[in-house]
């Protein structure tokens, strides 16, 4: 398991760690951050984000809430028990189908609804980094 003890603002470029299990707001979420000079890497699955978090490092987690075999609630708390530290965005199509809209569910660091224009996610990305 990777030491997460550095702060996550200290990896440049930042990494971004993208969970989505649609290829094309995959490929959306990756160019808009891209754009920005983030480095980003994608997966469609939470299985598939927990063994690539153990073989690297990243600043920051965005985890799509509806997604098959395991939610993004459901990792994200995995998530916060094995790395505390690093910040985890989640977003969703369907904020409905989270009960407490108002405030992320356990795991969460901020919680972002779909769609959104590249400034929001901008804004969002450099909010949870803690960097303009």
Do not use: C
């Not at 760690?17 to 979420?29: A, E, G, T, W």
């Not at 972002?112 to 909010?127: A, H, I, Y």
């Amino acid at each position: 398991m990777l030491n997460y003890a550095v702060p996550a603002t200290t990896l440049k470029p930042w990494r971004v760690l993208l969970v989505d299990d649609d290829p094309l707001v995959s490929d959306s979420i990756r160019r808009m951050l891209e754009f920005d000079q983030r480095h980003v890497k994608s997966v469609a699955s939470g299985a598939d984000a927990l063994a690539l978090l153990e073989k690297e490092t990243f600043n920051l987690i965005i985890i799509d809430y509806l997604m098959p075999e395991m939610k993004g609630d459901r990792l994200a708390v995995m998530l916060k028990e094995r790395y505390p530290a690093l910040p985890i965005l989640m977003i969703t199509a369907a904020p409905e189908k989270i009960d407490a809209i108002a405030e992320p569910p356990p795991g969460v660091d901020l919680l972002m609804g779909k769609p959104f224009q590249l400034n929001e996610l901008r804004d969002t990305v450099t909010k949870m980094l803690g960097k303009a």
